[in-house]
């Protein structure tokens, strides 16, 4: 599908925010209902071919009683999710009420697999239900979603005559429109200090940090890609395409494994949706987060190595609450952030008002060291990573280890004001540990 067609659908989805919502909610959360209600289209519109297999399968194993359905019903589905409800979006739109709107569209919200139901929750969309109910915004936004002006399915639409009306949307045009979505709300919504949204430019300097160097050693098979601090996903998602290319490029056939942890709530249902929506049902199972989820308190690969590793944590973000919740530094035992060095141990615990050269130590304990390739790393910093902590302090004692391991293969500075709502100096650390 062409670009021009992509901006026309992406901006006529962003355009029912003006015109469903705009008395309802404030500008800034437009995103808790757009973003939500373009994933349940698209999952709806993919599911459509498959609705009475589900509804037959669903319908057997609960005959013979059987409690473990998940593996069935996406198999009858052929997708890595499914909906059990007896509804379709369409079969919502004939609903006299209000209330019967509301009640209906709660239970084909409660129809789908647990997967989808992560990212609902994530999103907190059912909270969103009784404030569009009670201004009868409901169906008109479900309308909205079903307009013939527009094709969210994979399938196209067809004119009486049999020729094409509207293309269909495969995965991947699909995950740009949503994409460019996330990106939009981004831009207007980044408002919170030390969390900024990685511009596509910089994800694509770091993709190429760690690709290109080792281009011509990557052989064919498996590759294990991670993101401590994912967001969105949008790191994972185009470092896989730009090693995808390049093994294509040499003739190599390689597999690659996305695995990320998000603490943020709203951006790891952007994650997981994402890869759902590109047909990544995989990947979007190896995608861990929520505020449960603190990678630097509650690692979700504890043991697990990687590849290639790339990432833009918070900075200047405290991590108190994660140092209390590990016993305090006195109580601490995380191997992650207790190395033995030269027959000495080094705590690499930093200030508890800034962890983001944790997250570099997180990354550094997660590399394979079996493996010609070995792992390498693309992390955003921002400048007090460079000098802050006296010696023998954790920011310190990071990069010492670092250094005596010969582990820094570079550290690009990127250009001022490239990050959205911010002018601070920013640095992207590349790290080997198989260092020509």
């Not at 319908?59 to 409690?67: I, Q």
């Not at 639409?157 to 994409?179: Q, Y």
């Not at 060291?369 to 390498?376: A, C, E, F, I, M």
């Amino acid at each position: 599908m062409q670009n021009g067609q992509l901006n026309w659908i992406t901006n006529f989805i962003w355009g029912i925010a003006d015109d469903v919502l705009r008395d309802l909610y404030v500008r800034g959360k437009y995103r808790d209902v757009i973003l939500p209600m373009t994933v349940i289209r698209r999952l709806d519109a993919v599911l459509e071919p498959t609705k009475q297999a589900v509804l037959e399968m669903k319908a057997a194993l609960d005959k013979a009683k059987v409690v473990q359905q998940d593996a069935a019903l996406r198999k009858a589905a052929g997708q890595a999710f499914y909906n059990t409800s007896k509804f379709t979006l369409r079969d919502l739109r004939s609903r006299a009420s209000r209330q019967q709107l509301e009640a209906d569209f709660r239970a084909y919200l409660d129809g789908f697999s647990p997967n989808v139901q992560e990212i609902l929750d994530n999103f907190e969309f059912r909270n969103q239900i009784p404030r569009l109910s009670k201004a009868d915004a409901l169906g008109t936004l479900i309308e909205k979603f079903l307009d013939s002006s527009i094709n969210l399915g994979p399938e196209p639409v067809l004119n009486s005559d049999g020729s094409v009306r509207l293309p269909g949307l495969d995965n991947h045009a699909m995950g740009t429109i949503f994409e460019e979505l996330v990106r939009r709300f981004n831009e207007e919504n980044n408002e919170e200090a030390g969390e900024h949204w990685t511009p596509r430019d910089a994800v694509k300097l770091m993709a190429r940090l760690i690709f290109e160097p080792v281009a011509d050693q990557i052989e064919s098979g498996t590759y294990l890609l991670y993101d401590g601090a994912c967001g969105t996903g949008g790191m994972l998602t185009l470092a896989e395409d730009t090693l995808l290319e390049l093994a294509r490029e040499r003739g190599k056939q390689v597999s690659v494994h996305l695995f990320g942890q998000e603490i943020n709530a709203e951006t790891y249902a952007i994650c997981k949706a994402d890869l759902l929506l590109k047909g990544e049902g995989d990947a979007a199972d190896n995608i861990v987060g929520g505020p449960e989820h603190s990678t630097l308190s509650n690692d979700a690969f504890p043991g697990k190595t990687f590849d290639f590793m790339l990432s833009n944590p918070p900075y200047g973000k405290s991590w108190k609450s994660d140092l209390e919740r590990m016993g305090g530094k006195k109580g601490l035992k995380d191997p992650r952030f207790l190395v033995q060095h030269n027959d000495e141990e080094l705590s690499l615990l930093t200030r508890s008002s800034d962890g983001q050269m944790l997250f570099l130590a997180n990354m550094l304990s997660k590399m394979k060291h079996d493996t010609p390739l070995g792992s390498r790393i693309a992390e955003v910093h921002n400048g007090s990573s460079l000098f802050t902590g006296d010696a023998g302090q954790g920011e310190s004692n990071i990069r010492r280890w670092i250094i005596e391991n010969d582990w820094l293969e570079a550290i690009v500075a990127l250009p001022l004001n490239m990050f959205y709502n911010t002018g601070i100096a920013t640095y992207i650390w590349v790290l080997s540990n198989r260092k020509p």
